[in-house]
Structure formats: structure tokens, C-alpha cells
Antibody
Framework: EVQLVESGGGLVKPGGSLRLSCAAS????????MNWVRQAPGKGLEWVSS????????YYADSVKGRFTISRDNAKNSLYLQMNSLRAEDTAVYYC?????????????WGQGTMVTVSS | QSALTQPASVSGSPGQSITISCTGT?????????VSWYQQHPGKAPKLMIY???NRPSGVPDRFSGSKSGNTASLTISGLQAEDEADYYC??????????FGGGTKLTVL
């Protein structure tokens, strides 16, 4: 079964850091681009970052640029999001999603999401 | 990058057809045939319904169709069913090599 499972969410104070992980199974992870998308409580979807299959290309939303770092380990079938200098507005459910094709904005497999709460 | 513009809500009766619009600019929707549509039920992850403007992934009913004209993309659902009640989001690739989503549309099946 094709599956993505996120972990690492939780409660963190403003200015703090958190590292999210996404474990992939059921498909050849190294052949696909991967993405992080977030959804604040009661709000819409917001794209966060994309990474190409070989990590050669990485893109970020302006709202997280300089604070978040996306990475992947193809040997471990895992995607990561290092989040630093967290702000209250980063509070959201964070989804990892598989890119159907690189840079086509089509995300065909999604994880169940992990909640990140930034609050003092 | 501003979010794509979608109506906040649409509604229809079972069996009817509805259309949800998604308006962007020439730097996103109008510039590329890379518009996708997602369905999201409460508390669930989004599900890809349409990719590259008008293509359906395997398993998505052919009641769902997509199109584009200029800077506006559209999702049409024909033969509305109760289980279609959900939030719908469009997304597009942009000229900055980023992705932008629409604000979302709540579909109510009356």
C-alpha cells in the first residue's frame, strides 16, 4: 500500500524549533519529488516547500524562507522539515505529499498530517 | 504570491451539476497547464481529483471534470451526490517555481 506517515509535531514556544519527518512506503521514494503543505486551523491549504527526487532543486514559500529547511534521505525513504524561529502563525497541520510530476502542482499521495502548535 | 480566488461556497441538489471557479493570473493559472483540484472532507487529508487542468487520477469518478480559459480554471461536478459535500481547493504552478492554492470552496449538497 502506498503510504506517507508524518511525525514530529507538537507544542513549541515562539522562537523554538521542531523537526518533522515523513516516512514513505509502497512506492519507489527516490523517483518522486516531495512536498510539505500546511493548513492552519479552520483555514485553507498553503504550500510550504518542494524538493526534487535527487534533492537538486528546492523551493520554499516566502512565508517560511530562511526559517524552514526541507531535506530527504532516499536510503531511508524519508522526508524532513526542519522548522526554526517558529511563530504563532506557523501553527497548522503539516502534510507531506508526493508530487505526481516535478513542478506541476499535482500532489497525488498525502499523509494524515501532524499538528504543530506554536504558543507560549 | 497571492492565493488563487475561489468562491467561498457553492451548493446544489443531488443529481444537479455545479461549477467551481479558480481565478489567478498569467503568472500562474493562465501561464501553465498545471492546475490541480483537491477534495477535502472534514478532518481528512486532501485528495487529488484533477491534475494538469483536466486529467483524472485513477479511481476518480468521471462526474468530475476540469477546464481552463485564460486565467480562470473550473471544476465541474455533474450528477451531484451526497458524498461530494466537502471543501475543494485548486492549485497552480507559478512562474516563480512555487505552488499556490486557492482559498477553498465549501460545497453543500442540499
Amino acid at each position: 500500500e502506498v503510504q506517507l506517515v508524518e511525525s514530529g509535531g507538537g507544542l513549541v514556544k515562539p522562537g523554538g524549533s521542531l523537526r518533522l519527518s515523513c516516512a514513505a512506503s509502497g512506492f519507489t521514494f527516490s523517483s518522486y519529488s516531495m512536498n510539505w503543505v500546511r493548513q492552519a486551523p479552520g483555514k485553507g491549504l498553503e504550500w510550504v516547500s518542494s524538493i526534487s527526487s535527487s534533492s537538486s532543486y528546492i523551493y520554499y514559500a516566502d512565508s517560511v524562507k530562511g526559517r524552514f529547511t526541507i531535506s530527504r534521505d532516499n536510503a531511508k525513504n524519508s522526508l524532513y522539515l526542519q522548522m526554526n524561529s517558529l511563530r504563532a502563525e506557523d501553527t497548522a497541520v503539516y502534510y507531506c505529499a508526493r508530487g505526481r510530476r516535478w513542478l506541476t502542482a499535482a500532489f497525488d499521495i498525502w499523509g494524515q498530517g501532524t499538528m504543530v502548535t506554536v504558543s507560549s | 504570491q497571492s492565493a488563487l480566488t475561489q468562491p467561498a461556497s457553492v451548493s446544489g441538489s443531488p443529481g444537479q451539476s455545479i461549477t467551481i471557479s479558480c481565478t489567478g493570473t498569467s503568472s500562474d493559472v493562465g501561464g501553465y497547464n498545471y492546475v490541480s483540484w483537491y477534495q477535502q472532507h472534514p478532518g481528512k487529508a486532501p485528495k487529488l481529483m484533477i491534475y494538469e487542468v483536466s486529467n483524472r487520477p485513477s479511481g476518480v469518478p468521471d462526474r468530475f471534470s476540469g477546464s481552463k480559459s485564460g486565467n480562470t480554471a473550473s471544476l465541474t461536478i455533474s450528477g451531484l451526490q451526497a458524498e461530494d459535500e466537502a471543501d475543494y481547493y485548486c492549485s497552480s504552478y507559478t512562474s516563480s517555481s512555487t505552488v499556490v492554492f486557492g482559498g477553498g470552496t465549501k460545497l453543500t449538497v442540499l
